[in-house]
């Protein structure tokens, strides 16, 4: 596709569940990123991908949150046993090396913890 | 930690000028950027600016960059109702520091 698709949409999900997000960036773009929109909040930084490889996984909030890239392009962030304070939009963005290295944004997933 | 700050709000009228400012700490960042988030939808990459730049126009967009005292301004010349949104200014090299967004609000 021509820009970047997250699924669900939009997910609903009751405590203590595991939930999984996928991410398909652009085609061709090496690196792939998660971040977290919280209600009235900023956008928090998750985990950068390059690659395949995860460089930077510090802004994972807890041992709950994984993500993993295959084939240089989809990624799936699992956020196991899930707690009403993962309920967020979940954006991926990913970039292509070079003049600018601006990132490009998907839609968003919506999770809501019951 | 960086941090990048903004202010919350900015009210205009329609065909003026708005100009939304942004304060960052993180002064190893390439590059500074704009993003314009509408209600519920995704972030839009509006415009960016190198760090070695002190402005850049795009259209109605100008972008103006302190780099000594790290701050960073949009400028949106001729304002319209359909400029009405959040704006995020982002500093960093690889991951992106967002700061909290300017709900900017268009008068008719």
């Known amino acids: 596709g021509a820009g970047v698709s997250q699924s669900p949409s939009n997910k609903v999900t009751e405590k203590g569940k595991d939930v999984e997000l996928r991410c398909d960036p652009i085609s061709g773009h090496t690196a792939l990123y998660w971040y977290r929109q919280s209600l009235g909040q900023g956008l928090e930084f998750l985990i950068y991908?390059?690659?395949?490889?995860?460089?930077?996984k510090s802004g994972l909030p807890s041992d709950r949150f994984s993500a993993e890239r295959t084939g240089g392009s989809v990624s799936t962030l699992t956020i196991q046993r899930t707690q009403q304070e993962d309920s967020a939009v979940y954006l991926c963005?990913?970039?292509?090396?070079?003049?600018?290295?601006?990132?490009?944004f998907g839609p968003g997933t919506r999770l809501t913890v019951l | 930690g960086e941090d990048v700050e903004q202010s919350l709000f900015l009210s205009v009228r329609e065909g003026d000028s708005s100009v939304i400012n942004c304060t960052y700490t993180?002064?190893?960042?390439?590059?500074l950027y704009w993003y314009k988030q509408e209600p519920g939808a995704g972030l839009q990459l509006l415009t960016y600016i190198f760090s070695n730049m002190d402005m850049k126009q795009d259209q109605r967009l100008t972008v103006l960059l302190n780099k000594k005292d790290k701050h960073l301004s949009l400028r949106i010349a001729d304002t319209q109702t359909g400029d009405s949104a959040i704006y995020f200014c982002?500093?960093?090299?690889?991951?992106?520091?967002f700061g909290t967004g300017t709900r900017l609000k268009v008068l008719a």
């Open positions: 982002a500093a960093g090299t690889y991951k992106y520091i």
């Open positions: 963005a990913s970039s292509s090396p070079g003049r600018g290295n601006e990132q490009f």
């Open positions: 993180d002064s190893s960042s390439t590059y």
């Open positions: 991908f390059q690659g395949n490889s995860a460089p930077d």
